[in-house]
Every structure is written in structure tokens, then in C-alpha cells.
């Protein structure tokens, strides 16, 4: 039980395009899901909290209109990311939660290049 | 908000019991720890949570103390497919919602 299944594991794409990465709880439903960047070898960066149907928290340094953040139901978040520059390359990884105080279950992770 | 500290790295032959100490000084009341294990290229995979005293599943026990300022994970038998980061959460509550802050993690090597 508990799977987040997280879409697309790896993109690459121009400079200036737009990224859309989904997360799905497959078997339960999210309360509240997390986003976060991890560079090589280096630990999570947490990017912004979601509560479904509400807007998200983001992070201080993190611009949430170049990282749109979408939370419509209790099995789907999803990350855009906008005009997306070599800067932006990362790994990205999704989490969701059930409720409170129970553990946060993640995604394999996307892989994002900016050329 | 409760910060986590874990050694950077450990070796540990194979077969060999693993303890992972984190201390957690300022853990909140409310707040329950729990312990990733993550390969690269991977997102962080759920071993164990606890509140207090121990807590034991297929994998690993976990420890706290008393006073819940640390904990201990714990794996049994360590084999190479263990070699891994393994993170300490402990949950925060700011601003009304809940969120925890990965800290450094610690490497664990594991050697035939």
C-alpha cells in the first residue's frame, strides 16, 4: 500500500519550455502533498506544501510563479515549471500524506534537464 | 522547529547490526520521528516511525528515550543492498500545517 506513482521520471527540454510533472497517490488519499528539489549528493530541499483544494505554502527563496504548484483533488498535485532555464535543472521529488503525524510516501522522483 | 543531526557517514561489514543515532533536541510534543532509507536517483523510501520507547517491523526497530531528544534506527544484519542515505524527520507544525525539514542524512557504506 501506499504508492505515489510521480510522471515523468525524465525530461529534457529547450531552455524556455514549460514542465508539467504529475503525483498521484494511487492507494490513498492526500491531505497534503510536498514538493522538493535535490541536487547531487545533497539532501531534500522542501519546496512548497499543498493542501488539497487550497493554495500552496511555498518555501522562502522558492518564486512560486516559476514553480506553479496545483493541488485539485485528493490523489493529484501537480508542478510546473515555468520558462524553465539551465538553473532549473534538478531532481525533483513528490510526496503525499494522509494526515497529519502518519508518514509522507514518495515518488521515484523527475529528472528534469534544461539544455 | 525541530532541527535533526546524524553523523555524515558510516562503514559497516555485512551481517553486522547498523545503529543510527539522530538527536533531536527541540522535538515538539505533538511531533512523531520517522527514518527514510533513499538510493540514487530515487525518492526517499519509508522504513519506520515511532513516538516514544520502541518500535519494531520487518526491516528495522527504531529507539527513543524518555525524553525523545534523540533516537536510534536500527538494522539487523546489514547486506550490501543496504548501502544508502538514510534521513531522521521529525515532524514540525508552523503555521498551521505540518511539514518536516530533511537534514544531512548518513551515507551508510556497506562492505562485503
Known amino acids: 500500500g501506499a504508492v505515489v506513482s510521480q510522471h515523468p521520471s525524465r525530461v529534457i527540454c529547450k531552455s524556455g519550455t514549460s514542465v508539467k510533472i504529475e503525483c498521484r497517490s494511487l492507494?490513498?488519499?492526500?491531505?497534503?502533498m510536498f514538493w522538493y528539489r535535490q541536487f547531487p549528493k545533497k539532501s531534500l530541499m522542501l519546496m512548497a506544501t499543498s493542501n488539497e483544494g487550497s493554495k500552496a505554502t511555498y518555501e522562502q527563496g522558492v518564486e512560486k510563479d516559476k514553480f506553479l504548484i496545483n493541488h485539485a483533488s485528493l490523489t493529484l498535485s501537480t508542478l510546473t515549471v515555468t520558462s524553465a532555464h539551465p538553473e532549473d535543472s534538478s531532481f525533483y521529488i513528490c510526496?503525499?500524506?494522509?494526515?497529519?503525524?502518519?508518514?509522507?510516501?514518495f515518488g521515484d522522483g523527475t529528472r528534469l534537464s534544461i539544455l | 522547529l525541530a532541527k535533526t543531526t546524524q553523523p555524515i557517514s558510516m562503514d559497516s561489514y555485512e551481517g553486522q547490526e547498523v545503529n543510527i543515532t539522530c538527536s533531536h533536541n527541540n522535538i515538539a510534543t505533538n511531533d512523531y520521528i520517522t527514518w527514510y532509507q533513499q538510493f540514487p536517483s530515487q525518492g526517499p523510501r519509508f522504513i519506520i516511525q515511532g513516538y516514544k520507547t520502541k518500535v519494531t517491523n520487518e526491516v528495522a526497530s527504531l529507539f527513543i528515550p524518555a525524553d525523545r531528544k534523540s533516537s536510534t534506527l536500527s538494522l539487523p544484519r546489514v547486506s550490501l543492498s543496504d548501502t544508502a542515505v538514510y534521513y531522521c524527520?521529525?515532524?514540525?507544525?508552523?503555521?498551521?500545517?505540518?511539514?518536516?525539514?530533511f537534514g544531512t542524512g548518513t551515507k551508510l557504506q556497506v562492505i562485503p
Open positions: 524527520l521529525v515532524g514540525e507544525s508552523s503555521g498551521g500545517y505540518q511539514k518536516v525539514t
Open positions: 492507494d490513498f488519499q492526500a491531505t497534503t
Open positions: 510526496s503525499a500524506r494522509q494526515e497529519v503525524n502518519q508518514p509522507q510516501h
